[in-house]
């Protein structure tokens, strides 16, 4: 009997094996041939670049295309960052056309595009001007960077902490100290009359927005760029749930994080614009928008 059972085995072992290999030949792209993935368009709107298994490469290399042509050719490697872009950012024109690539900012040209600013920071492209100036935003900070001179200015600074404020009793002590000591007082005007002076022969400040350990959601700037809005996102500090993850790497068993249970606490969003030549910040409410609550007429039939 247990004899029966083992060629039993083997035959089913066999065939299954037969059937694996089978099926890794015969099925998907194996069999009918590697489709193009990650199209995009150059801005010329006559080139397409795509990424193409063609001739059984391991890793599917990129290729380019006319639209006139319908010729394909391979991109070498080390010339894909100066053609190929996840996205392209131009101003209203489309005269001064630029893209990302990692830590490189390239403006395109029809045949190569030229490497103008390199950082190991990570940023993103907000917009390009008409002057050809670009807003850049790196590490939730707003900068303008101009190509023709080289310029690089940073718009408004977030900082994740809170700003120091005097309380009541802070300052009835300091008026106390002025009153009863002339030395405090005396240090006191030098202090004023130092600062007075570094405030006018310093360069220009760049505002700050204190987040009060708060998150910065998204920020947007007017073209002008003398204002800016963004928003301001509050998480609460829910208990998420622990998921075992029991396939990994190195046969151990890993746990994750999940999202929290029903009921948890929603998170809190504020919206904000700030004159960045005043530095005048105000709330957006909804409240205060004219027939906010009024509910549409179809909910009357």
Not at 199 to 209: A, D, F, L
Not at 240 to 263: A, C, F, Q
Request: hydrophobic share 35%; proline share 4%; glycine share 4%.
């Amino acid at each position: 009997m247990k004899y029966i059972l083992a060629i039993t085995f083997i035959i089913v072992s066999i065939n299954s094996h037969a059937q694996l290999k089978m099926n890794d030949i015969m099925s998907g792209n194996d069999f009918i041939g590697y489709q193009p993935t990650n199209v995009s368009w150059a801005p010329d709107n006559e080139t397409v670049y795509f990424r193409w298994r063609h001739n059984n490469e391991i890793v599917a290399p990129y290729y380019e295309t006319n639209v006139s042509t319908n010729i394909a050719s391979k991109i070498e490697n080390k010339d894909v960052p100066c053609k190929v872009s996840d996205g392209f950012v131009s101003d209203a024109t489309n005269e001064h056309v630029y893209y990302k690539k990692g830590g490189s900012l390239y403006k395109w040209g029809s045949k190569k595009s030229t490497l103008i600013l390199q950082k190991s920071a990570q940023f993103s492209i907000v917009k390009v001007l008409s002057d050809n100036r670009i807003i850049l935003n790196e590490n939730n900070n707003l900068f303008v960077y101009q190509p023709d001179n080289g310029s690089y200015l940073q718009l408004v600074d977030f900082i994740d902490g809170t700003k120091e404020i005097i309380t009541e009793n802070q300052s009835y002590l300091q008026n106390q100290q002025d009153e009863l000591f002339e030395i405090v007082r005396k240090n006191k005007t030098k202090s004023i009359a130092r600062d007075e002076f570094i405030n006018e022969v310093q360069s220009p400040s760049i505002p700050k927005i204190y987040l009060n350990n708060k998150a910065l959601g998204w920020i947007k700037i007017t073209p002008d760029l003398k204002h800016v809005i963004f928003r301001v996102d509050e998480y609460p500090k829910n208990e998420r749930t622990h998921v075992e993850n029991h396939i990994t790497e190195n046969g151990y068993t890993k746990s994750t994080n999940s999202r929290p249970k029903v009921g948890a606490s929603n998170p809190k969003h504020n919206l904000y614009i700030m004159n960045l030549e005043t530095e005048k910040l105000i709330l957006i409410t909804a409240e205060s928008l004219p027939n906010i609550y009024d509910k549409p007429k179809f909910l009357m039939d």
